[in-house]
């Protein structure tokens, strides 16, 4: 039974830096999401076989990594935006992975309970 626990989550002010990490059994394709209030959930970055794949609005700014011997995902964020300001999921269990389907959330079963960063102007 997959579990994810997500931690990590704060309020920073624009320009600063948050880590995201996610307690999850192993698995080999893992992701981050993100819900802002009113909108849909979107996918943040994805790290798959050693692969990874971030969403344009993040590129440059958020690194997926994952400690396999500890089981922990991270997502290390960085040049924080007001617009970033979301629920952070991260997920598993993903009915193909590929990078395809990496960053789409209907693609995956399990979820996390989600940790809420909050970015200032």
């Known amino acids: 039974q997959v579990q994810l626990v997500e931690s990590g989550g704060g309020s920073v002010q624009a320009g600063g830096s948050l880590r995201l990490s996610c307690a999850a059994s192993?698995?080999?394709?893992l992701s981050w999401f993100r819900q802002a209030p009113g909108k849909e959930r979107e996918g943040v970055a994805a790290?798959?076989?050693?692969?990874?794949k971030y969403a344009d609005s993040v590129k440059g700014r958020f690194t997926i990594s994952k400690d396999n011997a500890k089981n922990i995902l991270y997502l290390q964020m960085n040049s924080l935006k007001p617009e970033d300001t979301a629920m952070y999921y991260c997920?598993?269990?993903?009915?193909?992975?590929?990078?395809?389907?990496?960053?789409?959330?209907?693609?995956?079963?399990?979820w996390g309970q989600g940790t809420q960063v909050t970015v200032s102007s």
């Open positions: 997920a598993a269990e993903i009915t193909s992975c590929n990078s395809d389907y990496v960053l789409l959330p209907y693609k995956y079963r399990k």
């Open positions: 192993p698995n080999f394709c």
């Open positions: 790290i798959y076989f050693g692969n990874t």
